[in-house]
């Protein structure tokens, strides 16, 4: 069966383009072509137009009169059937709140056929192996998922190059081999991290980061007073960023300059208590706490 698609947009241009760019994905391997069954210019229309009838996918805008994009998702978070939404928009600094609301991807105006293309074959991959009753991105948490270097994201994110260890020669003392064989090629330290806000690169120190957390492919920072969104992975900022930084959770990078106390939850586990305006709390995993406890000099 087709996928069936709903293009949400204000302005007739944008919903040309993106009729134009799903018309020249042209097959999907195990999808077919995508089928444009519904457009919308407004929040209010978009919504009528899901409640009759399922879509697998919603580009939708954010800002538009009435209901903005972030409005209707909302509104199709809590549904058992929910489509994949993928926001259309020419603002970044939405992307956290998109997040926050299940968005299987982000796309900042202009973008390219080939960065779109991605977001529709992750958005169709995600409702086939979720399912239509769970809809929504849920595997963002994973590891090391962010795409490197997409056209159009919230923020560039740098590649890491590594040089593959030659294995040794036959006849020759693999000790030698080894001595000869290149070294892998260490990124880069992050003393800072740009930040798209209001079409600006910001430049935002890491020693500022309370704590990083992973967003469906991206990594949420929380700041003293902000969420920012970049899209860095957090296997990328962990291996980037100074020192003081520590995996807690497959999900949680904390500075531990913030860590205020450590607290026990009821199953057992350990919470952590940072040292920012809100108290923000971070939960550690069994795995992780051990070497959390290291690195803060406690006791087993």
Same mark, same amino acid.
């Given at each position: 069966m087709q996928p069936r698609a709903l293009i949400v947009d204000d302005e007739a241009p944008a919903r040309e383009e993106l009729r134009f760019l799903i018309e020249e994905l042209g097959e999907l391997d195990g999808a077919g072509p995508v089928q444009v069954v519904g457009e919308a210019t407004n929040g209010e229309e978009a919504l009528l137009?899901?409640?009759?009838?399922?879509?697998?996918?919603?580009?939708?805008?954010?800002?538009?009169?009435?209901?903005?994009? %972030?409005?209707?998702?909302?509104?199709?978070?809590?549904?058992?059937?929910?489509?994949?939404?993928?926001?259309?928009?020419?603002?970044?600094?939405? #992307?956290?709140?998109?997040?926050?609301?299940?968005?299987t991807d982000y796309l900042v105006k202009p973008f390219d056929a080939e960065r779109f293309r991605r977001a529709v074959e992750?958005? %169709?991959?995600?409702?086939?192996?979720?399912?239509?009753?769970?809809?929504? %991105?849920?595997?963002? #948490?994973?590891?090391g998922e962010v795409e490197q270097g997409a056209a159009g994201s919230v923020a560039g994110a740098a590649g890491v190059g590594a040089a593959e260890a030659a294995s040794p020669a036959q006849g020759q003392p693999a000790q030698s081999q080894q001595s000869q064989a290149p070294q892998p090629q260490q990124p880069p330290r992050l003393v800072r991290i740009p930040v798209q806000k209001d079409g600006r690169t910001v430049l935002v120190q890491g020693d *500022?980061?309370?704590? #990083?957390?992973? *967003?469906?492919?991206? *990594? *949420?920072?929380? %700041?003293?007073?902000?969420r920012v969104l970049v899209s860095f992975s957090l296997n990328e900022l962990e291996r980037r960023l100074q020192g003081h930084f520590c995996r807690v959770h497959r999900s949680y990078l904390v500075n531990l300059r913030y860590v205020r106390e450590l607290v026990p939850d009821f199953r057992g586990t350990l919470v952590l208590v940072m040292n920012d305006r809100q108290r923000s709390r971070v939960e550690v995993s069994r795995r992780h706490a051990r070497e959390l406890r290291r690195r803060l000099g406690l006791r087993e």
């Open positions: 137009l899901l409640k009759s009838l399922d879509y697998d996918l919603v580009f939708l805008d954010i800002r538009m009169p009435g209901l903005t994009g %972030l409005d209707v998702a909302r509104e199709l978070r809590d549904q058992a059937r929910r489509p994949q939404i993928i926001f259309t928009t020419a603002y970044p600094d939405h #992307a956290v709140d998109a997040f926050d609301l299940a968005a992750r958005a %169709l991959a995600v409702g086939g192996e979720r399912g239509s009753e769970r809809g929504g %991105l849920e595997r963002g #948490a994973a590891e *500022s980061i309370v704590y #990083a957390a992973a *967003s469906r492919g991206y *990594s *949420s920072l929380k %700041l003293a007073d902000e």
